[in-house]
């Protein structure tokens, strides 16, 4: 990856030509990106062991729907209150191999976890692994469209689908090797967190080495993607309704991420195993909502799969809890497969409304994401314990209401500029 950058770089005086200029940059942004998505699938999939792991939890330490809530709510706030204080720093001061340092906390918290034996301890360990991804996904945001050679959206989805997959992996990974054979068992993923050190020192290389050959006035322009046309108030509106669409999506997909299992349990006396099954194509139809999001949202504009993202999978989440167990299976995975197309769509609306600011538009979305997925599983836990799993599935799918403030949102927040 280096070589080919500095290359590129370190051409001679007689400019080469607008092709092989394409090219050198095409081979190594798809290099980086690629790396950095198969870094976020490893990152994700060790992450979601931690909701695989909530049924050996409950049953060995005696927990309640609302002790597994505040493990959630441990792990994903510590990625929802620093991510955006990361973000905001490494826009002011990058930091190349911060992604590798941050991949060392999951390391740490894995190791933690597999040899818990207290709940606290537990709860401390699942924030390590927050604390992991606070620090990866906003740098590595910043490498991917650094890596995009002006194909943000492409980067965008790229970079997320890795974790994606990741997520959706977990659960099945869990099925056959954490169930079977238990809390311990989390030690063997923790030669992932390593593969991905490696990794991402590599990447973090390229990332030194490209910022040191780039011109001051090259590194501006790669930071402005798009001019604001908006003032400052419509942007904070904009935002605050972002993030309300951001609720909606997330708490909902809390309740299938953190109890769909327990609600096939209870409700149709499914054994462990098979409802991560269940979990894992949930989890796939999220990784297949996120790329047609990405290629539909090209197309007609990002404010349109919005619409559709959240309004959309209303009639089916009103449903499900009244449906048997196959069509509980397809209107589950019918919800991800809709509800997934929203995020990339609205981080790539964020950054037009806030260009030159990657890395904190990156760390408050992924952030408010992780941090608003745990504030609801809490909540929702504490609902389940006092009215029963099922209802948690009755309430929440009228907060996809939240998705009529799309019709506030301005319909061109930037004048895009575009690449040659």
């Given at each position: 990856?280096?070589?080919?950058?500095?290359?590129?770089?370190?051409?001679?005086?007689?400019?080469?030509?607008?092709?092989?200029?394409?090219?050198?940059?095409?081979?190594?942004?798809?290099?980086?990106?690629?790396?950095?998505?198969?870094?976020?699938?490893?990152?994700?999939?060790?992450?979601?062991?931690?909701?695989?792991?909530?049924?050996?939890?409950?049953?060995?330490?005696?927990?309640?729907?609302?002790?597994?809530?505040?493990?959630?709510?441990?792990?994903?706030?510590?990625?929802?209150?620093?991510?955006?204080?990361?973000?905001?720093?490494?826009?002011?001061?990058?930091?190349?191999?911060?992604?590798?340092?941050?991949?060392?906390?999951?390391?740490?918290?894995?190791?933690?976890?597999?040899?818990?034996?207290?709940?606290?301890?537990?709860?401390?360990?699942?924030?390590?692994?927050?604390?992991?991804?606070?620090?990866?996904?906003?740098?590595?945001?910043?490498?991917?469209?650094?890596?995009?050679?002006?194909?943000?959206?492409?980067?965008?989805?790229?970079?997320?689908?890795?974790?994606?997959?990741?997520?959706?992996?977990?659960?099945?990974?869990?099925?056959?090797?954490?169930?079977?054979?238990g809390q311990q068992s989390i030690v063997w993923f923790s030669?992932?967190?390593?593969?991905?050190?490696?990794?991402?020192?590599q990447v973090g290389h390229w990332y030194k080495a490209r910022?040191?050959?780039?011109?001051?006035?090259?590194?501006?322009?790669?930071?402005?993607?798009?001019?604001?046309?908006?003032?400052?108030?419509?942007?904070?509106?904009a935002v605050a309704i972002l993030v309300a669409l951001l609720?909606?999506?997330?708490?909902?997909?809390?309740?299938?991420?953190?109890?769909?299992?327990?609600?096939?349990?209870?409700?149709?006396?499914?054994?462990?195993?098979?409802?991560?099954?269940?979990?894992?194509?949930?989890?796939?139809?999220?990784?297949?909502?996120?790329?047609?999001?990405?290629?539909?949202?090209?197309?007609?504009?990002?404010?349109?799969?919005?619409?559709?993202?959240?309004?959309?999978?209303?009639?089916?989440?009103?449903?499900?809890?009244?449906?048997?167990?196959?069509?509980?299976?397809?209107?589950?995975?019918?919800?991800?497969?809709?509800?997934?197309?929203?995020?990339?769509?609205?981080?790539?609306?964020?950054?037009?409304?806030?260009?030159?600011?990657?890395?904190?538009?990156?760390?408050?979305?992924?952030?408010?994401?992780?941090?608003?997925?745990?504030?609801?599983?809490?909540?929702?836990?504490?609902?389940?314990?006092?009215?029963?799993?099922?209802?948690?599935?009755?309430?929440?799918?009228?907060?996809?209401?939240?998705?009529?403030?799309?019709?506030?949102?301005?319909?061109?927040?930037?004048?895009?500029?575009?690449?040659?």
């Amino acid at each position: 990856m280096t070589d080919n950058t500095m290359a590129a770089g370190t051409a001679p005086v007689s400019a080469p030509t607008a092709p092989s200029l394409t090219a050198a940059a095409d081979s190594t942004t798809f290099a980086v990106i690629l790396s950095l998505s198969f870094c976020h699938l490893l990152n994700d999939m060790m992450q979601s062991l931690v909701p695989a792991l909530y049924p050996i939890l409950k049953h060995s330490y005696a927990l309640s729907f609302g002790q597994i809530g505040f493990i959630t709510l441990a792990f994903q706030c510590t990625a929802s209150m620093l991510q955006p204080v990361v973000g905001m720093y490494t826009d002011k001061k990058p930091q190349p191999y911060s992604l590798m340092v941050g991949m060392g906390f999951t390391l740490v918290g894995l190791l933690l976890m597999s040899q818990a034996n207290s709940y606290p301890l537990i709860l401390f360990a699942a924030a390590l692994i927050g604390m992991g991804s606070s620090v990866f996904h906003p740098e590595a945001s910043r490498v991917a469209r650094m890596a995009a050679g002006g194909r943000y959206g492409l980067a965008q989805s790229l970079f997320q689908v890795g974790g994606n997959m990741g997520s959706a992996a977990g659960p099945l990974l869990a099925a056959f090797i954490v169930v079977p054979a238990g809390q311990q068992s989390i030690v063997w993923f923790s030669a992932a967190a390593l593969v991905a050190m490696i990794v991402l020192f590599q990447v973090g290389h390229w990332y030194k080495a490209r910022r040191a050959i780039q011109k001051p006035a090259a590194r501006k322009a790669s930071t402005t993607g798009s001019v604001v046309t908006l003032s400052k108030r419509r942007v904070g509106v904009a935002v605050a309704i972002l993030v309300a669409l951001l609720f909606s999506k997330n708490v909902y997909s809390a309740s299938l991420g953190s109890y769909f299992t327990f609600y096939l349990i209870q409700k149709f006396g499914m054994e462990v195993q098979t409802a991560q099954l269940y979990l894992f194509a949930f989890l796939v139809g999220i990784v297949v909502g996120t790329i047609l999001g990405g290629l539909v949202g090209d197309k007609v504009g990002r404010i349109p799969v919005m619409w559709f993202s959240i309004l959309g999978a209303l009639p089916f989440a009103l449903m499900l809890p009244y449906a048997n167990l196959f069509w509980t299976g397809v209107l589950a995975v019918a919800v991800a497969i809709i509800m997934a197309s929203a995020f990339s769509a609205i981080l790539v609306y964020a950054q037009e409304l806030l260009p030159g600011r990657v890395g904190l538009v990156a760390g408050m979305f992924f952030g408010v994401s992780f941090g608003l997925g745990g504030l609801g599983a809490a909540a929702l836990g504490e609902i389940a314990d006092h009215a029963g799993i099922e209802a948690v599935y009755k309430v929440t799918p009228f907060l996809l209401l939240l998705g009529l403030l799309t019709a506030f949102l301005p319909k061109h927040p930037s004048t895009p500029k575009l690449p040659a």
